[in-house]
């Protein structure tokens, strides 16, 4: 059973910065990739940003420049610092890990964190 929790959302003021983490257990071969989706009231879950195991990480164009992302395969994390923080990033976000296992590569999902920042 594979798990991902997340961790690090809350309440920020615009222009504040937030760090998000998420840690996947459970047995699996290895992690392809790793990303960061989020969800706004009312809207689609949308990328904000993804790194693979080998390549270039991808980001939305609304967050370039502002986010970063990072993975640490050794303790099987992902990471997402986010500065410059604006009213519109307030949304659920969510980790999401392409996991290979031992048959199958599934698609699994964080539980989600909520992001908050004012005005």
């Known amino acids: 059973q594979v798990q991902l929790v997340e961790s690090g959302g809350g309440l920020v003021q615009a222009g504040g910065s937030l760090t998000l983490s998420c840690v996947v257990s459970?047995?699996?071969?290895?992690?392809?990739?790793m990303g960061w989706y989020r969800q706004a009231p009312g809207k689609q879950r949308e990328l904000v940003a993804k790194?693979?195991?080998?390549?270039?990480?991808n980001y939305a164009d609304s967050v370039k420049g502002r986010f970063t992302i990072s993975r640490d395969d050794a303790k099987n994390t992902v990471s997402l610092q986010m500065i410059s923080l604006k009213p519109e990033d307030t949304a659920v976000y969510y980790c999401n890990a392409e996991v290979m296992g031992w048959f199958r590569t599934s698609d699994y999902w964080g539980q989600g964190t909520q992001v908050t920042v004012s005005s």
């Open positions: 790194i693979p195991s080998i390549g270039s990480t």
């Open positions: 459970g047995r699996f071969v290895r992690i392809n990739v």
